[in-house]
């Protein structure tokens, strides 16, 4: 299991999960994104495209949930 609480966007990358892992992602940052109405966009401290094909579980990262 691995929760990840950094407070770095997309920090934790898939060469630092292992197969099968249960990966919990409470970070909440800030990253700019001119296309969005607001000029950012809310991302996790896990790379969710490279990390989630790996795990047996995987939170949604912010954008997922936030206005």
Do not use: Q
């Amino acid at each position: 299991m691995l929760i990840a609480a950094i407070g770095r966007a997309e920090f934790v990358t898939a060469d630092m999960v292992k197969p099968g892992a249960v990966v919990i992602d409470v970070g909440i940052n800030r990253v700019p994104d001119p296309s969005k109405k607001t000029g950012y966009r809310l991302t996790g401290d896990v790379h969710f495209p490279s990390v989630s094909p790996l795990c047996s579980k995987i939170t949604p990262y912010p954008a997922a949930w936030a206005p």
